[in-house]
């Protein structure tokens, strides 16, 4: 079927138009005469465009004659079904060149689809707060087709239905009532027709492309979406959602060592981002039963929605979150809890009496240990909770939550804390831990501490954990349970974690911070050899200084050369021309994803990737590799060699780096574009490369690469590219000139990283020396650390 979402702003010609319909030529200008609705154009110059996704919405109105059905097509079918049954049997796209999603995962096209959905809406669907309703229209969607098949096939069937500009309004309202009624169903408030209604369509043909690509909206659409409705409607550090990273983390801890799944709460839901995290990861046969409350209206009907898009029904609850005003603690106990609760608020606590905390009042105004009390009342025997709580949960020096600490240490409780990096939680900068707690127990002999502080990458100021990340810290979760279970004394994972003998715990704070134990292996060096460190970084510090400033000098006489130049905004100088870039190069996509893979394997033939193009130059060590055999058959087509231009196709399109002779023979990825000068003597590769990093060049890239819903550029497109030609002798000047200042940004960089590695290590020796002579009496004391404070 033709993706409406993905090509609604292809623009195509009458001919086009007729090639797809398999009509001839004469049809297409007859159907606009006749009917007044047939789509009107667009006008570029002396050429006339259609919107292709506007014509398919009218060949759903349009039944082929008998007299044209070809064979095999049963009488009554639509152009419109022709066209999408031509595609299914050809196996590729309608348009000119196959979607990008065909290479990417489900997870990738659901999110692109999303993007390409609301900008569908965006230019065809006005209305008031209209970007709220496009995610209410969305997630209802998804929602319905996931709840209610049937009554979303119906939905369809009366998009299909001509109808006047107020039939539009109308299908809206018959989504609303739909969706709302299912809510109802699982218990939660209706709310649905009311958010869809500042949307004001003109006419079905405005929701029909929409409705029917819904189909294909699936869990990873839906967070996609709920992240969208975090942004929009600005939630703050109480009701916006877990990150993705964070919520598989939890998810994947809170299953470690486990074989059965059981009852899953989360006492506040927020979105049932864990919820459905768990759900994920969980993959035994025996489905489980999933609890969850909210305090908040909308966000329990979200997490409803979200359940229901992974098949979850789930048991929603709405009320205070832990029913802290009752004397009785939950009647109701789970298995397996994992929840991010709100942080050092204060409005629950006091409402129980002091008596009644089994571990100890916490303090009014901080409720941190009430909800860790209310989870481990919560926990049936042998449960298991995974919580994200402030670092100063465990440093507190609070008398009350220190002596809390104490009784959670005492019992058994405290399996395990996790320093989580900063900047994972977009709506606050509080420091977070993992705590991963049990139902009370015999005393245990050690408690786990792992840092994680140094794990993740940073994207435009906000942090993620990879995959690989979430796994190193389970592993060393692991070990640590494997060892216990073997009765093994756990030492813990080199770099990552210590396992802490709990007497080491009593003292003057019960601290539970990973931060405060140095990991294992984390000082391997005698002072000695931590002096050569530091002398060899120092050196090195040196030597990038050097460069840098022989970098600036080699940079200065070419710059002094190019600024002698009076150029004509009018017109081009004698000997400078305009050619197209298909003129001088050979332009050739990388291969599919398909043919290609993830490369990601330990030995065989590396690959460039779009990360890997940094400031005109391929920065990568090679380790993302395919396997020899599949590399054997690709390189004949896909191999780059010294000389070569690669270039961003897709996504962030246009980045360019020149292939250096250490990448010579690698292979290039599915999302690039290899640039082969045709005539070396034509065209200097410096100029080329510089000229392709121009802004004006760039933006041409970008509008190229708009028409389609990911952002693409095909080897046609980038072919058009026109390119300004000096003569061979400036080009080499002003190549060498700008690869001159490439190279003395790269050196300023490497200088900035050998001083920031000297300091580290001169820091680090010169504390570690005071830590060694320190006197042990300059450890605080109990009295120390309460003194001016009150319970």
């Not at 927020?270 to 999933?290: M, S, W």
């Not at 539970?512 to 050899?529: F, I, K, V, W």
């Not at 090679?622 to 087509?637: C, H, M, S, T, W």
């Amino acid at each position: 079927m033709i993706d409406e979402a993905g090509s609604h702003d292809r623009l195509v010609t009458r001919s086009e138009i007729a090639d797809l319909a398999g009509v001839s030529r004469e049809n297409v200008p007859n159907w606009a005469r006749r009917h007044g609705d047939f789509p009107k154009p667009v006008r570029s110059g002396d050429a006339e465009y259609f919107r292709l996704a506007e014509v398919m919405s009218w060949w759903e109105r349009r039944t082929i004659p008998d007299r044209s059905l070809r064979e095999g097509e049963r009488a009554g079918i639509t152009y419109a079904d022709r066209v999408r049954r031509t595609r299914t049997a050809k196996g590729q796209s309608t348009r000119e060149n196959p979607p990008v999603t065909q290479t990417l995962n489900r997870d990738e096209q659901e999110r692109l689809l999303v993007e390409g959905l609301l900008s569908t809406l965006e230019g065809r669907i006005p209305g008031t707060a209209s970007s709220a309703g496009y995610l209410h229209l969305l997630t209802s969607l998804a929602f319905l087709c996931a709840s209610a098949p049937e009554e979303w096939e119906h939905l369809r069937h009366l998009s299909r239905q001509s109808g006047g500009p107020n039939e539009g309004r109308t299908l809206l309202v018959q989504l609303g009532v739909m969706a709302d009624r299912q809510l109802r169903e699982r218990g939660l408030l209706p709310g649905v027709r009311l958010g869809l209604g500042g949307l004001q369509p003109s006419s079905p043909d405005d929701l029909r492309p929409v409705i029917r690509a819904s189909g294909q909206l699936g869990p990873a659409a839906f967070r996609t979406l709920m992240d969208r409705y975090a942004a929009q409607a600005r939630l703050g550090p109480e009701t916006s959602f877990t990150p993705n990273c964070v919520a598989r983390l939890m998810a994947d801890l809170l299953l470690a060592g486990r074989t059965s799944g059981g009852r899953v709460l989360d006492p506040y839901a927020r979105g049932g981002e864990l919820l459905t995290a768990f759900a994920d990861r969980y993959q035994a046969d025996a489905q489980v039963e999933v609890y969850g409350q909210s305090a908040d209206q909308d966000s329990l009907r979200l997490a409803g929605m979200n359940l229901a898009v992974r098949g979850l029904r789930g048991r929603l609850q709405h009320g205070t979150p832990g029913s802290w005003a009752t004397v009785a603690w939950p009647r109701q106990k789970v298995d397996l809890i994992l929840t991010n609760p709100p942080f050092n608020t204060g409005l629950l606590s006091k409402q129980r009496r002091a008596e009644d905390w089994p571990f100890g009042p916490p303090p009014e105004g901080n409720d941190n240990f009430a909800w860790i009390q209310h989870i481990l009342a919560s926990l049936d025997s042998g449960g298991r909770a995974v919580v994200v709580m402030p670092n100063t949960a465990g440093t507190s020096t609070n008398a009350r939550e220190r002596a809390i600490r104490k009784v959670l240490i005492d019992k058994g409780v405290v399996e395990c804390i996790i320093a989580l990096p900063r900047q994972l939680f977009p709506t606050t900068a509080i420091p977070v831990s993992v705590w991963l707690l049990t139902a009370p127990t015999e005393p245990r002999d050690q408690v786990l501490f792992i840092n994680a502080q140094k794990l993740g990458a940073a994207s435009k100021g906000q942090r993620t954990l990879s995959s690989i990340d979430q796994d190193t810290v389970v592993a060393a979760y692991r070990s640590f349970l494997d060892d216990r279970e073997q009765g093994r004394h756990h030492l813990g994972t080199e770099q990552i974690s210590l396992a802490v003998d709990t007497n080491r715990l009593h003292g003057p704070t019960y601290s539970l911070n990973p931060l405060e134990h140095r990991m294992a292996g984390a000082r391997t060096n005698s002072p000695g050899a931590t002096m050569a460190q530091t002398q060899d970084a120092l050196r090195d510090l040196s030597r990038q200084q050097a460069q840098a400033s022989a970098a600036e000098a080699d940079t200065r006489p070419l710059l002094d050369l190019l600024s002698e130049t009076d150029l004509d905004e009018d017109r081009l100088p004698d000997g400078w021309r305009r050619v197209h870039l298909r003129d001088i190069c050979d332009i050739h996509a990388g291969p599919s994803h398909s043919r290609l893979g993830t490369p990601k394997v330990q030995s065989g033939t590396s690959v460039v990737l779009p990360k890997h193009l940094r400031h005109g130059r391929i920065d990568a060590t090679g380790e993302e590799r395919i396997p020899p055999q599949a590399a054997d058959r690709l390189k004949k087509d896909f191999q780059v060699q010294a000389g070569d231009i690669v270039s961003v196709r897709s996504g962030s399109t246009g980045p360019s780096a020149l292939v250096s002779h250490e990448q010579n023979g690698w292979l290039f990825s599915t999302n690039l574009l290899r640039l082969r000068r045709r005539q070396p003597g034509d065209v200097d590769l410096g100029y080329l490369l510089s000229y392709l990093s121009l802004p004006r060049v760039q933006e041409w890239i970008r509008g190229r690469s708009a028409a389609t819903a990911i952002a693409s550029i095909s080897v046609e497109d980038f072919g058009l590219l026109e390119v300004v030609l000096p003569p061979l002798p400036r080009q080499e000047h002003v190549g060498a000139a700008l690869g001159a200042l490439d190279e003395q940004i790269l050196a300023a960089q490497r200088v900035v990283t050998a001083a920031a590695r000297a300091r580290t290590l001169l820091s680090e020796q010169l504390v570690d020396i005071a830590a060694e002579i320190s006197p042990p009496s300059a450890v605080p004391t109990a009295d120390h650390t309460q003194k001016g404070q009150s319970a």
